[in-house]
């Protein structure tokens, strides 16, 4: 038998499992393919300081080639999975090379969904998921100063309205009644709507998309629902994301708006893990199987992995989620999960800091703490919430 792990996406999740492989005293093969001909990079800056000019590409890296010639990492950059032939155990690239292996992690993150109205096709419709897409954008910036048009109130389009105002008009745009609905307090969500405001940010919700318009290809504005035209120079299109599970699905996997996964991050084949964005698990915290986009949940996903290839770990995965999102001066952080029907509480508030503290219960019981500008009170929530998750566990053992 080949003693290969072969990592598909060279993502934050696929960089650190191989890395952790490594570290965990794993000794056989560790092959990595990423789909971008580059080396590994942090995506979370390229809404901020990389979009704004203050952050170059090297300091994205997450690794160098050195550093993987060292951990001697087989790598395969600017190249796709096309087959897993499950029973021989073998991932075929789209150049030709056949690689074995013993595990399979699949790290294929997330795409952006798609907006299916017309006008889609049209120059000038931004999305910032690569340094390629991040360039573009800024290179627009760089060209005109004029209106941009955000389409979707998530943390990615709210990160990148901030730099955007500063290049004219910036106009967002929700479908849901308040931004960050799926994942955030009515409390939370005003404050920091009221911080956009004062930036100059136009945040305008419960509004569909009707059709994008445009002039010789290229675009010059939004209709929505009730007519109304919002001029623009450019869009900002970030309307959510689809697991990548195509290939698994492919080899006959389970899917269910991504790749489904035991306790153990384990597909129903058992040499065969996902992790990161494109995981769909069982998530204690939450009390159902879910799918989590987040660095933190894509780092411990892959430690977590590593830790059972190599049999330092024997759990289920149980890490508490946590998120973050910086928009300008506000830093925005989530500790556990809530869901819109969740109670929420203020119990901190200074409006001359811009800090916010909301407490989020369900059936009285604490599931999440959202902060504003208040790193402390982030890291207390992060301790109780982990502690009271780990007595709840034991307590049904």
Known sequence: MHDNVVIIGAGQAGLTAAMSLREKGWAGG?????????????RPPLSKGYLSGTEAESDLA?????TLADQNIDTHFGATATNIDRE???VALCNGIQLPYR?????????PRQLNVPG???????????IHDADALRASFAEATGPTIFIGGGFLNLEVAVPAAEHGAVTVLEVAPQILGRVLSRPAANALAQYHASLGVEIRCGVTIHRILGDNGKVTGVEIDDGE???????VLSVGAVARDELALAAGLETAGGVVVDEYLRTEDPAI?????CAVFPNTHAGTQMRVESVQNATDHARHVAGLITKTVDEGYQALPWFWSVQGERRLQIAGLASPEDEAEVVDQDDTKGKLVVERYRTNRLVAVETINAPGPHMKARRTLSASASQQLAASL
């Open 30 to 42: 560790i092959h990595l393919i990423g789909a971008e001909d580059r080396l590994p990079y942090q």
């Open 273 to 277: 893990f996902a992790i990161g964005d």
């Open 120 to 130: 889609k096709e049209l120059s000038g419709i931004h999305a910032v998921r690569t």
């Open 103 to 111: 595990w399979l992690i699949f790290a294929t993150g997330s795409q």
């Open 88 to 90: 021989h155990q073998v």
């Open 62 to 66: 997450l690794a160098t080639d050195k």
């Open 229 to 235: 035209v919002v001029p623009a120079q450019r869009v």
